[in-house]
Protein backbone atom coordinates (compact mmCIF):
# COMPACT_ATOMS: atom_id res chain seq x y z
CA UNK A 1 0.00 0.00 0.00
CA UNK A 2 1.42 3.69 -0.85
CA UNK A 3 1.28 6.19 1.96
CA UNK A 4 -1.00 8.62 0.64
CA UNK A 5 -3.62 5.42 0.26
CA UNK A 6 -2.92 5.05 3.77
CA UNK A 7 -3.63 8.61 4.32
CA UNK A 8 -7.35 8.68 2.34
CA UNK A 9 -8.01 5.28 4.65
CA UNK A 10 -7.20 7.08 7.89
CA UNK A 11 -9.54 9.77 6.70
CA UNK A 12 -12.43 7.27 5.70
CA UNK A 13 -12.10 5.48 8.78
CA UNK A 14 -12.21 8.88 11.22
CA UNK A 15 -15.44 9.48 8.90
CA UNK A 16 -16.79 6.29 10.12
CA UNK A 17 -15.72 6.94 13.48
CA UNK A 18 -17.56 10.39 13.93
CA UNK A 19 -20.54 8.38 12.53
CA UNK A 20 -20.37 5.52 14.86
CA UNK A 21 -20.07 8.07 18.13
CA UNK A 22 -22.84 10.12 16.46
CA UNK A 23 -25.25 6.52 16.72
CA UNK A 24 -23.52 5.67 19.99
CA UNK A 25 -24.99 8.93 21.43
CA UNK A 26 -28.67 8.69 19.79
CA UNK A 27 -28.85 4.88 20.88
CA UNK A 28 -27.22 5.74 23.89
CA UNK A 29 -25.19 2.95 23.85
CA UNK A 30 -21.51 3.54 24.75
CA UNK A 31 -20.60 0.00 23.48
CA UNK A 32 -20.71 0.96 20.00
CA UNK A 33 -18.01 3.99 19.98
CA UNK A 34 -16.16 1.81 21.97
CA UNK A 35 -15.83 -1.19 19.88
CA UNK A 36 -15.87 0.65 16.75
CA UNK A 37 -12.92 2.95 17.85
CA UNK A 38 -10.55 -0.28 19.09
CA UNK A 39 -11.07 -1.82 15.76
CA UNK A 40 -10.52 1.59 13.55
CA UNK A 41 -7.64 1.85 15.08
CA UNK A 42 -6.54 -1.84 15.07
CA UNK A 43 -7.76 -1.62 11.15
CA UNK A 44 -4.98 1.32 10.74
CA UNK A 45 -2.51 -0.32 12.62
CA UNK A 46 -2.44 -2.72 10.68
CA UNK A 47 -2.70 -1.01 7.41
CA UNK A 48 0.46 0.58 8.34
CA UNK A 49 2.56 -2.38 8.28
CA UNK A 50 1.49 -2.82 5.10
CA UNK A 51 2.23 1.00 3.78
CA UNK A 52 6.25 0.56 1.09
CA UNK A 53 7.01 4.15 0.55
CA UNK A 54 7.95 4.96 4.02
CA UNK A 55 11.34 5.85 4.34
CA UNK A 56 11.98 6.26 8.11
CA UNK A 57 15.99 5.97 9.29
CA UNK A 58 17.87 6.08 12.31
CA UNK A 59 17.60 9.99 12.78
CA UNK A 60 13.69 9.82 12.30
CA UNK A 61 13.14 7.16 15.09
CA UNK A 62 15.31 8.92 17.38
CA UNK A 63 13.03 12.02 17.10
CA UNK A 64 10.08 10.40 17.21
CA UNK A 65 11.53 8.65 20.40
CA UNK A 66 12.57 11.65 22.14
CA UNK A 67 9.29 13.64 21.38
CA UNK A 68 7.15 11.15 23.06
CA UNK A 69 9.13 10.65 26.03
CA UNK A 70 9.17 14.16 26.60
CA UNK A 71 5.69 14.38 26.04
CA UNK A 72 4.95 11.46 28.46
CA UNK A 73 7.61 13.22 31.22
CA UNK A 74 4.98 16.84 31.15
CA UNK A 75 2.03 14.53 30.49
CA UNK A 76 1.84 12.35 33.53
CA UNK A 77 2.01 15.35 35.91
CA UNK A 78 -1.10 17.06 34.10
CA UNK A 79 -2.67 13.78 33.89
CA UNK A 80 -2.17 12.83 37.26
CA UNK A 81 -2.55 15.93 38.84
CA UNK A 82 -5.98 16.02 37.28
CA UNK A 83 -6.88 12.68 38.39
CA UNK A 84 -6.20 13.51 41.78
CA UNK A 85 -8.58 16.85 41.96
CA UNK A 86 -11.16 13.72 40.40
CA UNK A 87 -10.73 11.87 43.38
CA UNK A 88 -11.10 13.94 45.80
CA UNK A 89 -14.46 14.91 44.48
CA UNK A 90 -15.03 11.05 44.76
CA UNK A 91 -14.18 10.73 48.11
CA UNK A 92 -15.98 14.11 48.98
CA UNK A 93 -19.48 12.75 48.48
CA UNK A 94 -20.94 9.00 48.94
CA UNK A 95 -21.65 7.48 45.20
CA UNK A 96 -18.88 9.88 43.77
CA UNK A 97 -21.39 11.55 42.41
CA UNK A 98 -23.13 14.79 42.97
CA UNK A 99 -26.24 14.51 44.72
CA UNK A 100 -29.17 14.94 41.63
CA UNK A 101 -31.60 17.71 42.26
CA UNK A 102 -35.46 17.13 42.48
CA UNK A 103 -36.62 17.49 38.62
CA UNK A 104 -39.84 16.70 36.97
CA UNK A 105 -39.81 13.16 35.80
CA UNK A 106 -40.19 14.04 32.33
CA UNK A 107 -37.64 16.70 32.29
CA UNK A 108 -34.11 15.50 30.36
CA UNK A 109 -32.09 14.48 32.93
CA UNK A 110 -28.66 15.39 32.73
CA UNK A 111 -27.21 12.59 34.44
CA UNK A 112 -23.77 11.90 32.25
CA UNK A 113 -21.08 13.63 34.86
CA UNK A 114 -18.45 10.99 34.48
CA UNK A 115 -19.59 11.54 30.76
CA UNK A 116 -18.26 15.62 31.33
CA UNK A 117 -15.19 13.85 32.71
CA UNK A 118 -14.69 11.54 29.48
CA UNK A 119 -15.12 14.66 27.41
CA UNK A 120 -12.59 16.62 29.57
CA UNK A 121 -10.33 13.65 29.51
CA UNK A 122 -10.21 13.99 25.36
CA UNK A 123 -9.62 17.71 25.73
CA UNK A 124 -6.16 16.10 27.49
CA UNK A 125 -5.51 14.19 24.92
CA UNK A 126 -5.86 16.89 22.00
CA UNK A 127 -3.39 18.59 24.34
CA UNK A 128 -1.47 15.41 24.10
CA UNK A 129 -1.32 15.54 20.18
CA UNK A 130 -0.36 19.46 20.45
CA UNK A 131 2.45 18.73 22.73
CA UNK A 132 4.19 15.77 20.72
CA UNK A 133 4.07 17.61 17.35
CA UNK A 134 5.55 21.09 19.41
CA UNK A 135 8.40 18.63 21.08
CA UNK A 136 8.00 17.00 17.70
CA UNK A 137 9.07 19.91 16.14
CA UNK A 138 11.70 21.06 18.42
CA UNK A 139 13.51 18.01 17.91
CA UNK A 140 12.82 17.65 13.87
CA UNK A 141 14.42 21.31 13.76
CA UNK A 142 17.49 20.72 16.76
CA UNK A 143 18.68 17.49 14.58
CA UNK A 144 18.49 19.31 11.23
CA UNK A 145 15.17 18.44 9.58
CA UNK A 146 14.56 21.52 7.38
CA UNK A 147 18.08 22.33 7.39
CA UNK A 148 19.09 23.15 3.43
CA UNK A 149 22.59 23.03 1.45
CA UNK A 150 24.33 26.21 1.44
CA UNK A 151 25.20 26.56 -2.06
CA UNK B 1 36.87 12.70 -3.82
CA UNK B 2 33.88 11.64 -5.21
CA UNK B 3 31.38 12.55 -7.20
CA UNK B 4 28.55 11.51 -5.55
CA UNK B 5 24.82 13.59 -4.52
CA UNK B 6 23.77 13.41 -0.87
CA UNK B 7 20.72 11.88 -2.27
CA UNK B 8 22.61 8.76 -3.69
CA UNK B 9 24.51 8.65 -0.51
CA UNK B 10 21.30 8.11 1.08
CA UNK B 11 20.00 5.80 -1.21
CA UNK B 12 23.47 3.61 -0.67
CA UNK B 13 22.86 3.86 2.94
CA UNK B 14 19.80 3.29 3.39
CA UNK B 15 18.75 6.64 5.20
CA UNK B 16 17.03 10.15 4.52
CA UNK B 17 18.95 12.54 2.41
CA UNK B 18 18.41 15.23 5.48
CA UNK B 19 20.03 12.78 7.56
CA UNK B 20 23.68 12.63 5.35
CA UNK B 21 22.77 16.44 5.32
CA UNK B 22 22.50 16.95 9.28
CA UNK B 23 25.85 14.59 9.84
CA UNK B 24 27.34 16.73 7.23
CA UNK B 25 26.20 19.94 9.60
CA UNK B 26 27.21 18.55 12.46
CA UNK B 27 23.35 18.33 13.58
CA UNK B 28 23.32 14.55 14.20
CA UNK B 29 25.83 11.65 15.46
CA UNK B 30 24.72 8.67 13.41
CA UNK B 31 24.74 5.20 15.26
CA UNK B 32 27.82 2.95 15.36
CA UNK B 33 26.55 1.20 12.30
CA UNK B 34 25.47 3.73 10.38
CA UNK B 35 29.00 5.45 10.79
CA UNK B 36 31.07 2.34 9.59
CA UNK B 37 28.44 1.82 6.80
CA UNK B 38 29.45 5.70 5.60
CA UNK B 39 33.08 4.36 6.70
CA UNK B 40 32.73 1.25 4.38
CA UNK B 41 31.25 2.92 1.41
CA UNK B 42 33.96 5.47 1.31
CA UNK B 43 36.71 2.53 1.70
CA UNK B 44 38.47 4.10 4.67
CA UNK B 45 37.88 4.07 8.74
CA UNK B 46 35.64 5.08 10.61
CA UNK B 47 38.10 7.33 12.24
CA UNK B 48 39.03 9.23 9.38
CA UNK B 49 35.48 10.31 8.66
CA UNK B 50 34.57 10.83 12.40
CA UNK B 51 36.45 11.93 15.18
CA UNK B 52 35.27 12.29 18.86
CA UNK B 53 35.45 15.94 20.27
Known amino acids: ?151 | MHDLTQEALAQELKVTRQTILAIEKGKYDPSLELAFKIARFFGVSVEEVFIYD
Not at chain 1, 21 to 31: D, E, I, M, Q, T
Not at chain 1, 56 to 84: C, H, M, N, P, Y
Not at chain 1, 107 to 119: A, C, S, T
Open chain 1, 1 to 151: MKQNTFYLLAGIVGLIEVGLFWLSVVLRNPLIITAGFIMGVGLLYVARMTVTDIREDERAVLISQKAGSRTLEVFWVLFFAVSLGSAVIGFGTPLGLPRPRELPRDFPRDEPHLGYFGIFQMIMLCCIAFLYIGFRVYYARKYGEWDSDEE
